[in-house]
């Protein structure tokens, strides 16, 4: 049975941690948010509990497992309403990596309400922060208390302003230098790409709330299609979890020998697999699979 929770606006907002069978990567960065003054919860008018009920805010780390579902689901009753859910990273929320796993139960929410998701594997501390403090901003807003601005970001939070060398954001997606080879969608690990046919062309989508951040699409990725950005904070609400996406097309044009509807060639594949490129192999990148093959073999060799 739901209780009365006994906060109010003037009091710090308890954080409930809840491991619904995280590999630790993300209670780890949790830790952080505790012990490491700058990235201070306290700021935000909140703080860290042991007691269920004394929480206002849920911070849900894991998959959640077949074994530990209704302990979890029971823990989770304990705490008191209102509270405000907040999935840390992409495992709660899609699965992540093991979203295909016959001991998952998840994602979270086909159990409970979340409201805030912060993707990632795991997410820095700072995007964790602004996934606290998106979450205070929805409790204290059903409280009819003064909001956070939610002008402050990540990096503000933390004190921090700069991204780190080497580290790796979300992905961004180039359709104009993609050949369509699906070889990202066949190493992505978390199942996060995913590529339709349809009559403009062949569609790309990279769905954030499940992308590890490894790297794998733009290691294979031989034309660059695939490449990293800086962007890591990526805390949202769970109306946008859907649309947290990249997307593309890559537009069909009609093969210049028969007229077949074909994926054109971008020049950066021509470069990989020719080394060098000239007006006559230029020519191959509008003809269709057979009519290259037709002239590869009268003339072009590689």
Same mark, same amino acid.
């Given at each position: 049975?739901?209780?009365?929770?006994?906060?109010?606006?003037?009091?710090?907002?308890?954080?409930?941690?809840?491991?619904?069978?995280?590999?630790?990567?993300?209670?780890?960065?949790?830790?952080?948010?505790?012990?490491?003054?700058?990235?201070?919860?306290?700021?935000?008018?909140?703080?860290?509990?042991?007691?269920?009920?004394?929480?206002?805010?849920?911070?849900?780390?894991?998959?959640?497992?077949?074994?530990?579902?209704?302990?979890?689901?029971?823990?989770?009753?304990?705490? $008191?309403?209102?509270?405000? %859910?907040?999935?840390?990273?992409?495992?709660?929320?899609?699965?992540?990596?093991?979203?295909? *796993?016959?001991?998952?139960?998840?994602?979270?929410?086909?159990?409970?309400?979340?409201?805030?998701?912060? $993707?990632?594997?795991?997410?820095?501390?700072?995007?964790?922060?602004? !996934?606290?403090?998106?979450?205070?901003?929805?409790?204290?807003?059903?409280?009819?208390?003064?909001?956070?601005?939610?002008?402050? %970001?990540?990096?503000?939070?933390?004190?921090? !302003?700069?991204?780190?060398?080497?580290?790796?954001?979300?992905?961004?997606?180039?359709? *104009?230098?993609?050949?369509?080879?699906?070889?990202?969608?066949?190493?992505?690990?978390?199942?996060?790409?995913?590529?339709?046919?349809?009559?403009?062309?062949?569609?790309? %989508?990279?769905?954030?709330?499940?992308?590890?951040?490894?790297?794998?699409?733009?290691?294979?990725?031989?034309? !660059?299609?695939? *490449?990293?950005?800086?962007?890591?904070?990526?805390?949202?609400?769970?109306?946008?979890?859907?649309?947290?996406?990249?997307?593309?097309?890559?537009?069909?044009?009609?093969?210049?020998?028969?007229?077949?509807?074909?994926?054109?060639? $971008?020049?950066?594949?021509?470069?990989?697999?020719?080394?060098?490129?000239?007006?006559?192999? *230029?020519?191959?990148?509008?003809?269709?699979?057979?009519?290259?093959?037709?002239?590869?073999?009268?003339?072009?060799?590689?």
């Amino acid at each position: 049975m739901d209780t009365v929770c006994n906060a109010t606006s003037d009091e710090p907002l308890g954080l409930y941690r809840i491991n619904a069978g995280s590999c630790n990567g993300c209670d780890v960065e949790l830790a952080a948010t505790a012990a490491i003054a700058r990235f201070g919860v306290e700021r935000l008018g909140c703080r860290y509990t042991e007691s269920p009920e004394e929480a206002a805010i849920v911070l849900i780390t894991g998959p959640l497992t077949v074994r530990v579902r209704e302990k979890i689901l029971s823990l989770y009753d304990e705490v $008191p309403e209102p509270k405000v %859910t907040v999935a840390v990273g992409i495992c709660p929320v899609s699965g992540g990596v093991f979203r295909d *796993s016959y001991a998952v139960a998840g994602p979270v929410d086909r159990y409970l309400t979340v409201d805030v998701n912060v $993707p990632g594997c795991p997410p820095r501390p700072q995007a964790i922060v602004a !996934g606290i403090a998106e979450a205070a901003t929805i409790w204290k807003g059903q409280q009819g208390g003064e909001p956070l601005q939610r002008a402050e %970001t990540a990096a503000s939070l933390s004190g921090e !302003g700069a991204t780190p060398a080497g580290l790796r954001g979300k992905m961004r997606y180039n359709a *104009s230098a993609c050949v369509g080879c699906r070889m990202c969608e066949h190493v992505c690990a978390g199942g996060a790409i995913l590529f339709n046919e349809e009559e403009a062309g062949l569609r790309f %989508t990279l769905w954030h709330n499940s992308c590890a951040f490894c790297g794998l699409c733009r290691h294979y990725c031989r034309t !660059g299609a695939l *490449s990293a950005t800086e962007e890591w904070q990526l805390a949202h609400r769970q109306e946008d979890k859907y649309r947290l996406v990249e997307e593309g097309v890559v537009p069909r044009v009609p093969c210049t020998g028969c007229g077949v509807p074909l994926l054109p060639v $971008p020049p950066e594949l021509l470069r990989v697999a020719f080394r060098e490129t000239n007006r006559e192999i *230029s020519r191959l990148a509008a003809l269709c699979p057979e009519c290259r093959q037709k002239e590869s073999i009268g003339g072009i060799r590689r």
